[in-house]
Every structure is written in structure tokens, then in C-alpha cells.
């Protein structure tokens, strides 16, 4: 059974950093994608960032140049460096996963992590 469990979120003021985590448990291969999505409410989910199985990277387009996505292979875990972090960043931020190369559609889910981003 895949499990996603996250870390990290909090609160900061706006031009700070946080550092999002997310550990995978129950892959016994290497060929599968993880991501991160966010939602603030009253708003639709949203992607933002995602990397393939062979390490290829994708950043939604607000978060390029903040955002750096990186994965430990060996610990299973995901990382989501936040940097010049501004209010609309605010929102509760998903780790997800699916058992594919390439992430089209993301079976499994984390609970989610809170960040909070003050002006």
C-alpha cells in the first residue's frame, strides 16, 4: 500500500522560505512520480511542480524561479524548497504520487501540509 506523508508547512511572512516534504512508503521499484499540488480555499486545486521517474521536472509557471523540486531516490522522499514566498502562496499543499514514468493522473495522496504566508 502506497502512503504519502508530508511535512513542513507553517507560517511565515511574505519574502520567507519553507521547506515541504514529502515521504513515500510502499514502492518497491523505481518507476513512479511524484508531485505537489496546492489548494487555497474557496480556489480549484493546483499543480505545481512534478517529477518523472527518470528525474525530468515541471514547474507551473508562478512557481518558477521560487520554487526548486528535488527527490532522495534512496529515502523515497520529496522536497519542495519555497522561497520569496508572497500571500497568494498561502494554502494547504499536497503531496501525490502514482505508480507511472509520467504523472498524467495521481492515484495516491498525502493529507497535506498548511502554509501560511502573511503580508
Known amino acids: 500500500q502506497i502512503q504519502l506523508v508530508e511535512s513542513g508547512g507553517g507560517s511565515v511572512q511574505a519574502g520567507g522560505a519553507l521547506r515541504l516534504s514529502c515521504v513515500a512508503s510502499g514502492y518497491t521499484g523505481s518507476t513512479y512520480c511524484m508531485g505537489w499540488f496546492r489548494q487555497a480555499p474557496g480556489k480549484e486545486r493546483e499543480w505545481v511542480a512534478s517529477?518523472?521517474?527518470?528525474?525530468?521536472?515541471r514547474y507551473a509557471n508562478s512557481m518558477k524561479g521560487r520554487f526548486t523540486l528535488s527527490k532522495d531516490n534512496a529515502k523515497h522522499t520529496l522536497t519542495l524548497e519555497m522561497n520569496t514566498l508572497k500571500p497568494e502562496d498561502t494554502a494547504m499543499y499536497y503531496c501525490a504520487s502514482d505508480v507511472d514514468s509520467v504523472c498524467y493522473d495521481y492515484t495516491y495522496w498525502g493529507q497535506g501540509t498548511q502554509v501560511t504566508v502573511s503580508s
Open positions: 517529477i518523472d521517474s527518470d528525474g525530468t521536472i
